[in-house]
């Protein structure tokens, strides 16, 4: 099978949470490609073969997309994806919820992937697409309601929405998506006054490829299929496809008071060399989730799990979605 298009690799990349990277201190990982693909397993392309369906559906005015796998009927899961990143990032992942008998689908978060750029970002509208998103894909057909699969900066909208609406969310997987203790939370990143870059060449932007946090990935195919959905094709080359002014007007909310009230049942999975979720971190987020909350280390995998260990990520997310399946109502904390 050959290696996808860029036309056929779903949109929009570049972070995935709090630090932006350094390029003077590390090295595009895909600089060394010249433009090329690497090699991907077969798995990954199968999986990637299968084109989803694509929605759109309109928040405060913004066009969001959706991306769509499974039979509709089957019980839903929403993937969310981190800061900057995009609805692509589940596109090897997908396949095999869907494989195993859900409906599944990733939205790209307004600002970001193929989604409509907003003047004003905030949480609010962050839960609306999320609903909508669960509305518009069906995932609720089955007459259960959806579980919502979150990474990274996706945990905060994920927990609001469980929180505004517990009556149309099943249950929560929050993937790396750490919870600081009161007081040390990301006061989030600098201001920015500057556009993304135009890049010459197709082969120049994949060179300055970066994930952020940074981190060693040994899958450069992974990285290569979210870096080629990054961008967009300009005026005189081509650019990421996130707007880069989005922190600018929004700010993050403390989450330490919010985890408490949760009434869903949850897990909380981390990748077992992530900075983020040190045990600092998780230990102190099993003091915070509701008493029956499910926690799990992804051995070897850092911040970006499901790039890291994309079928570890995937058994993960079946045995989740099974336990959440039998658990009872999440009872909060006193």
């Given amino acids: 099978m050959s290696h996808p298009s860029p036309q056929q690799i779903v949109r929009a990349e570049l ?3 709090p630090e932006v990277a350094d390029p003077k201190r590390d090295v595009g ?5 010249g433009g090329a693909a690497p090699p991907y397993p077969g798995w990954a392309l199968d999986a990637i073969a299968n084109t989803p369906e694509r929605a759109w559906f309109e928040v405060d005015g913004a066009r969001i997309e959706l991306l769509i796998w499974g039979t509709h009927g089957q019980p839903g899961v929403l993937l969310l994806h981190g800061n900057g990143a995009h609805a692509g990032w589940w596109s090897f992942i997908a396949p095999f919820l869907a494989k195993a008998g859900y409906r599944v689908a990733a939205l790209s978060f307004s600002g970001m992937g193929g989604s409509d750029w907003r003047d004003v970002y905030r949480m609010d509208l962050f839960v609306a697409e999320v609903l909508g998103a669960c509305a ?6 089955s007459g259960n309601q959806p579980v919502i699969a979150a990474h990274s900066f996706g945990g905060v909208p994920a ?13 929560l997987i929050l993937l790396d998506s750490p919870i600081e203790p009161p007081g040390e939370e990301w006061k989030g990143p600098p201001k920015r006054t500057a556009p993304n870059r135009v890049y010459a060449s197709l082969t120049e932007a994949l060179a ?5 946090p940074p981190q060693p990935c040994d899958n450069h195919w992974a990285l290569d299929h979210i870096a080629r959905g990054s961008l967009k094709q ?6 990421w496809q996130f707007d880069p002014f989005l922190w600018n007007s929004f700010s993050p909310i403390v989450m330490s008071d919010r985890a408490p009230q949760l009434k869903v049942p949850c897990y909380v999975i981390r990748g077992g060399h992530s900075f983020l979720m040190e045990d600092r971190v998780f230990n102190y987020m099993k003091t915070i989730f509701p008493p029956n909350t499910g926690f799990v280390t992804i051995p070897e995998a850092q911040h970006h799990v499901m790039l890291d260990q994309p079928l570890a990520t995937i058994a993960v ?4 979605l099974a336990g959440i399946a039998i658990l009872p109502k999440a009872p909060m904390r006193g």
């Fill in 136 to 141: 518009v894909a069906g995932l609720a057909a």
């Fill in 15 to 17: 972070s995935s949470v």
């Fill in 234 to 239: 300009v005026d005189g080359g081509w650019t």
């Fill in 317 to 320: 997310l079946e045995s989740s």
């Fill in 159 to 171: 927990i609001e929405a469980a929180l505004a609406a517990p009556d149309k969310i099943g249950g």
């Fill in 29 to 33: 990982l895909l600089e060394a490609y």
């Fill in 208 to 212: 300055r490829f970066r994930l952020a």
